[in-house]
């Protein structure tokens, strides 16, 4: 006879919030609401609620699966192992059910309250970010981050087309430049955090291919970045504020790139400029559509 499965205590509802990964989805939320502010129509308060949260409950779903299905890896990782499921404080079949319920519902109440293009792009978000990024990428491949990071990227396009009914040229724009910032963003906290990778069997670039190249992708990608950065202002879709904001803002980013790009480390090395790009880089989204929900305020 095999010893039976000791059952685990209820979860505590902090617990359930602690899988949706409440710090990214603050970011997740604010870029959604600049979608959605920065379009060229008005949107009824109430439905403009229910639309940013159902994109918090859709990302908080996808967290949810991505801690689910990631649980053995969170473990091996000091910047994850206190998580409510490697920690013991919640089942993993509780966790699924909690995940699918909760994106379940945030398609079909953005569906019903919004529109359908809103509910669309959301269900594709969370299919992208469970589906290709945790299950398909994240184990496989050192492009895990790159392709991967689409799946955070939609939200402007979701706020966007719940105040039109579509998308356009800007929303696009905006889903590029999350796009193309997730890799440097990403790979900074990899260079600081390569050991917890490295013991979980994660393929980080840094991992795989190692220190050198990691920085020198960061210099790469902060490229590409910059220029869609600025493409919104340079193309006449913004206006004055948001342009200087972005020149300013992406100078900074450069720069800062830059030096983690041309530096070598020891291995008793603090990492001080890259955990200082990392959490520039989470400033950077913030400011850069605060800025363009300003602009459009002031010279619509």
Same mark, same amino acid.
């Given at each position: 006879m095999t010893a039976a499965t000791p059952l685990l205590p209820p979860a505590d509802w902090r617990d359930f919030l602690?899988?949706?990964?409440?710090?990214? $989805?603050? !970011?997740?939320?604010?870029?959604? !609401?600049?979608g959605m502010l920065a379009a060229p129509v008005g949107i009824h308060p109430v439905i403009g609620f229910t639309a940013i949260l159902c994109i918090a409950l859709g990302a908080g779903a996808a967290g949810a699966l991505n801690? %689910?299905?990631?649980?053995?890896?969170d473990a091996k990782m000091r910047r994850t192992q206190k998580r409510p499921l490697p920690d013991g404080r919640m089942d993993r079949q509780a966790a699924l059910h909690f995940g699918v319920g909760l994106a379940a519902f945030s398609v079909i109440l953005m569906f019903v309250a919004v529109n359908f293009a809103a509910a669309a792009i959301?269900?594709?978000?969370? *299919? /992208?970010?469970v589906l290709i990024y945790t299950v398909w990428l994240k184990r496989r491949t050192p492009q895990n981050i790159v392709i991967g990071g689409a799946a955070g990227a939609f939200p402007p396009l979701i706020g966007w087309a719940a105040a039109t009914g579509h998308v356009a040229l800007l929303? &696009?724009?905006?889903?590029? !430049?999350? /796009?193309? %910032?997730t890799p440097p963003h990403f790979w900074a906290l990899a260079l600081f955090m390569n050991s917890d990778y490295t013991n979980a069997g994660v393929p980080m670039l840094p991992v795989v291919a190692g220190e050198r190249v990691t920085r020198r992708q960061i210099g790469l990608y902060t490229i590409p970045m910059a220029l &869609?950065?600025?493409?919104? %202002?340079?193309?006449? +879709?913004t206006g004055a504020i948001y342009g200087t904001v972005a020149i300013a803002m992406t100078l900074a980013f450069a720069g800062l790139a830059t030096i983690v790009a041309t530096r070598t480390t020891t291995n008793d090395d603090t990492m001080k400029p890259e955990?200082?790009?990392f959490r520039?880089?989470? +400033?950077? +989204?913030?400011? $850069? /559509?605060?800025? *363009?929900v300003v602009d459009r305020w002031v010279f619509a």
């Amino acid at each position: 006879m095999t010893a039976a499965t000791p059952l685990l205590p209820p979860a505590d509802w902090r617990d359930f919030l602690a899988l949706t990964k409440p710090r990214v $989805m603050t !970011l997740v939320v604010f870029t959604g !609401l600049c979608g959605m502010l920065a379009a060229p129509v008005g949107i009824h308060p109430v439905i403009g609620f229910t639309a940013i949260l159902c994109i918090a409950l859709g990302a908080g779903a996808a967290g949810a699966l991505n801690q %689910w299905y990631e649980a053995d890896i969170d473990a091996k990782m000091r910047r994850t192992q206190k998580r409510p499921l490697p920690d013991g404080r919640m089942d993993r079949q509780a966790a699924l059910h909690f995940g699918v319920g909760l994106a379940a519902f945030s398609v079909i109440l953005m569906f019903v309250a919004v529109n359908f293009a809103a509910a669309a792009i959301l269900t594709v978000s969370i *299919l /992208f970010y469970v589906l290709i990024y945790t299950v398909w990428l994240k184990r496989r491949t050192p492009q895990n981050i790159v392709i991967g990071g689409a799946a955070g990227a939609f939200p402007p396009l979701i706020g966007w087309a719940a105040a039109t009914g579509h998308v356009a040229l800007l929303p &696009v724009l905006l889903f590029s !430049l999350v /796009f193309l %910032w997730t890799p440097p963003h990403f790979w900074a906290l990899a260079l600081f955090m390569n050991s917890d990778y490295t013991n979980a069997g994660v393929p980080m670039l840094p991992v795989v291919a190692g220190e050198r190249v990691t920085r020198r992708q960061i210099g790469l990608y902060t490229i590409p970045m910059a220029l &869609v950065a600025i493409a919104p %202002w340079a193309l006449g +879709l913004t206006g004055a504020i948001y342009g200087t904001v972005a020149i300013a803002m992406t100078l900074a980013f450069a720069g800062l790139a830059t030096i983690v790009a041309t530096r070598t480390t020891t291995n008793d090395d603090t990492m001080k400029p890259e955990k200082t790009l990392f959490r520039y880089s989470i +400033l950077y +989204l913030f400011v $850069m /559509f605060g800025a *363009l929900v300003v602009d459009r305020w002031v010279f619509a």
